[in-house]
């Protein structure tokens, strides 16, 4: 039997072969559709958070960086100023669209990164930032330390 030869079907009928597969298009996975498609709200929040990110090291590096009266936390306080300014940067880790998607870790693990950040980030606050938290450089720091814990609340591996 040739194809171009009706064949039976198995309700009877014969069917020529180009007039059985005639289906229309078949859709395939990633064509270009025209349906409107809701925007991810996980983008929205990697943004809010990365922005929240940036805030804190810029808040932290001003409350590190200024004198304030005094000397600034680099030269009165090194080890201490780059403790907390490792521990703010760990923050980054929560937006994974930073890390090269290749070595991407999970979101649970990124979100755990920086909750160690925001760990470290208290720590510094507790024993460093406590006892002058009354004056300009305590209110930049403890914005600092706000602005990451926001950072890690809103961001989009905190929901994964």
Known sequence: MSAAEPTPSASGASA?????LATGPVPVPGDVDDSP??????D???VLALGLVVVSLV?????????????????????????????????????????PSGRRPGAGTAWRIAAGGLVGLAAFWVLVVL????????????????????ALWT??????
């Not at 961001?155 to 994964?160: I, L, M, Q, V």
């Open 44 to 46: 929205r929040s990697s």
């Open 16 to 20: 020529a072969w180009p007039d059985s």
């Open 131 to 150: 006892p002058v938290v009354a004056s300009d450089r305590g209110f930049l720091l403890t914005a600092a330390l706000a602005c990451l814990g926001a």
């Open 59 to 99: 808040l932290l590096e001003l409350g590190l960086g200024l004198r304030f009266g005094g000397e600034p936390f680099w030269s009165d306080i090194p080890l201490w100023s780059a403790f907390a300014t490792a521990c703010t940067a760990l923050g980054l880790a929560a937006s994974a669209s930073l890390l």
């Open 155 to 160: 961001g989009p591996a905190r929901k994964g």
């Open 37 to 42: 498609r809701e925007r991810v709200p996980a």
